[in-house]
């Protein structure tokens, strides 16, 4: 089986701008979670969706949203960028929410805002 | 509310002698928990995980962790570490009480650099 793929994997963007990130979770998974990775806040939740309903939302502000697709492909979106939006943004994809199956992740889209 | 920690920033070994990477966690009820290891430029690969049952779990590349709940430890092991083994380790745990949530909460991450 594919892997969980992330396009762009790289991307930069002005301060202001909006941006948005895709994920296709392994084929047959239907829970994609989305995660913030930043050197000074480490790994962060931010978002989990499921059957294309978001179930979990983490800390941050509004200009973070995301959506999910009949297919189970997820999209983040962040508005108004800003400097700390900064980041590597995985995205990972479990098998049943229902069970403890792991999560697999993509490779990540690395931000930068300037 | 759930959490982990990982008390060792870095942890160094030679080539060849047993390594541990320690992880200690807070939820409540009893936990999932996961290791993942991540490359440079590269996301997060599974490691193993402890549902239930035994307490020491074995999964890829030669690792295995123990789990402790008096303690609330869950340490990654292995027997004879390689220059391959370097990289960045996260523990992270999982709330089951908590029905249909994916959420998994991470440590702040172990780098591990095997010494040739």
């Known amino acids: 089986k594919a892997g969980v793929t992330q396009t762009p994997r790289y991307l930069i963007k002005t301060r202001g701008q909006q941006v948005t990130l895709s994920c296709s979770p392994i084929?047959?998974?239907?829970?994609v979670s989305w995660y913030q990775q930043t050197p000074g806040q480490g790994l962060q939740f931010l978002f989990e969706y499921f059957s294309e309903t978001q179930r979990n939302k983490g800390n941050f502000p509004g200009r973070f949203s995301g959506r999910q697709f009949s297919n189970s492909r997820s999209e983040m979106n962040v508005s108004t960028l800003e400097l700390g939006d900064s980041a590597l943004y995985l995205c990972?994809?479990?098998?049943?929410?229902?069970?403890?199956?792991?999560?697999?992740f993509g490779p990540g889209t690395r931000l930068t805002v300037t | 509310a759930q959490s982990v920690a990982q008390p060792e920033d870095q942890v160094n070994v030679a080539e060849g002698n047993p390594l541990t990477v320690k992880c200690t966690y807070s939820?409540?009820?009893?936990?999932?928990l996961f290791w993942y290891v991540q490359y440079p430029n590269r996301g997060l690969q599974f490691l193993l995980k402890?549902?239930?049952?035994?307490?020491l779990v074995k999964g890829s590349y030669g690792f295995e962790a123990e789990f402790n709940k008096s303690q609330t430890s869950f340490h990654l092991k292995k027997p004879s570490a390689l220059v391959s083994d370097s990289a960045l380790y996260f523990c992270?745990?999982?709330?089951?009480?908590?029905?249909?949530?994916?959420?998994?909460?991470f440590g702040t991450g172990t780098r591990l650099t095997i010494i040739p």
């Open positions: 992270a745990v999982r709330d089951p009480t908590n029905f249909g949530n994916e959420k998994l909460t």
């Open positions: 084929s047959g998974h239907r829970s």
């Open positions: 990972a994809s479990s098998q049943q929410s229902e069970m403890a199956y792991e999560q697999y």
């Open positions: 939820v409540s009820g009893n936990p999932y």
């Open positions: 402890y549902i239930t049952g035994d307490n």
